[in-house]
């Protein structure tokens, strides 16, 4: 058990702490429209499609985000790349506090750009996280990125109740502002740039001729080898089953699950208490029973969920939004956070800037599927049997992780020259490939 007093006063994790205003810009972002969506449309005089395309196209261009990343973070480094999203990030909000009314197009752009900064957000702050972690507190400080998701989801639908859209989006343009500030004070550059980049400036001065550059080229890994295909394939389960989950189907249903004007501030706040909860235990009960109680709870609450919609009762309302809360808290106990921190360690530092970004993308790819789908699968098949279905990739899900989910990851040791790789950390090799 990790002393609690350890992970507090540990140095990392004031830094972590300031890395949370990007998790925190993040779910301020997507959830922005959610109370504000109504008056802005009214304010710029949007059509339905335009208030639409204002709510949908962060998602869409959030895929670009994690492109970006993957050049610079590896040339860059960590830090400036943060800052220069954090920087989009601020723009973007300063962009919709002084346009006119007139400005509808402008108005969309500001969604567009703080799209790409949130999908950076996504792609390297959990990267960021983890590496400036201590091994042994890597699963706790790791949770912490969806908390601060979490915690910026809660902020913005409590605060939406009582501000109007502008002055909710000047209290999100102090978020990135802040980060600035103190990301260069407080934060380091990661180690594990740091010695990539070093290795690499060592291994240029090393090549006494073109024979021996070729020779160390031959053996330079790969995202694309043989070696990592274990790792990549579960990386893209994980992102599959967090965002096939129905996770957005829910969330984007709240309303009509939940008849409470305070419903999606409770719904996030059942969120971070989840989130508080697995940060304390996962290091005691370990990552395969948390991602299984994780799976196992969120399939059945979505299950009962289904259930409910197939019968009429008269305590159906009740049901559905105890339903909803329970199945946002399963969700966030595990399948929320997990997936974040556990991909980044399955790569050696060399790779885990394109890793990262791979993952952020095909996330924010497969939620724009759901997301699209989702009203086509209600209307061909029902609601009942569409939350079936998401139940049963929830199951899946579950068993999945009980074959693969290593309880007690440690990195393998580096074999000569050649890069470690991290694919042990989570899964048994043996049985990926």
Wanted: contains cysteine; hydrophobic residues 50%.
């Amino acid at each position: 058990m990790v002393n609690l007093i350890y992970v507090l006063c540990n140095r990392s994790f004031g830094q972590i702490c300031v890395l949370l205003l990007a998790s925190l810009s993040l779910g301020v972002a997507i959830t922005f429209p959610s109370p504000t969506l109504t008056d802005i449309a009214s304010d710029f005089q949007m059509s339905d499609a335009q208030s639409s395309l204002f709510n949908a196209i962060t998602s869409l261009t959030a895929v670009v985000g994690p492109f970006i990343t993957s050049v610079t973070v590896n040339k860059q480094g960590r830090r400036p790349t943060l800052f220069i999203f954090a920087f989009l990030c601020a723009i973007s909000w300063v962009l919709l506090l002084t346009i006119s009314y007139q400005n509808r197009n402008l108005a969309i752009l500001h969604r567009a750009i703080l799209g790409i900064s949130i999908g950076g957000f996504s792609a390297v702050n959990p990267m960021y996280i983890m590496e400036l972690s201590p091994f042994e507190l890597r699963s706790i400080y790791g949770t912490m990125n969806q908390f601060g998701i979490t915690l910026g989801i809660m902020i913005t639908n409590f605060l939406g109740m009582y501000l109007n859209w502008r002055r909710l989006a000047t209290c999100a343009l102090l978020l990135p502002l802040l980060l600035m500030a103190l990301l260069y004070i407080v934060v380091p550059e990661s180690q594990a740039f740091l010695k990539s980049k070093n290795s690499k400036i060592s291994s240029t001065f090393s090549n006494d001729n073109l024979a021996s550059a070729a020779g160390q080229a031959s053996h330079k890994p790969s995202l694309c080898g043989r070696r990592y295909l274990g790792s990549i394939i579960m990386g893209i389960m994980m992102m599959f089953f967090q965002q096939f989950s129905g996770i957005n189907a829910v969330l984007s249903n709240l309303g009509t699950l939940i008849a409470s004007r305070t419903g999606p501030t409770f719904a996030a706040s059942a969120q971070c208490i989840s989130c508080l909860l697995c940060i304390t235990v996962i290091e005691i009960i370990g990552r395969k029973a948390t991602w299984m109680i994780s799976l196992f709870g969120s399939s059945l609450s979505m299950f009962v969920l289904a259930f409910n919609y197939s019968i009429v009762i008269a305590e159906g309302p009740k049901v559905s939004a105890i339903c909803a809360f329970a199945y946002l808290f399963f969700f966030c106990f595990g399948l929320g956070p997990i997936p974040w921190f556990v991909t980044p360690e399955m790569f050696p530092d060399n790779l885990r800037g394109a890793a990262s970004s791979l993952f952020s993308a095909l996330n924010w790819i497969f939620s724009f599927i759901v997301v699209l789908i989702y009203p086509w699968l209600v209307d061909s098949i029902g609601p009942s049997t569409t939350l079936c279905l998401f139940s049963g990739v929830l199951a899946f899900g579950g068993f999945y992780g009980m074959t693969r989910i290593n309880d007690h990851p440690k990195p393998v040791q580096q074999i000569g020259d050649e890069t470690p790789s991290f694919a042990d950390v989570m899964v048994d090799v043996s049985n990926e490939m």
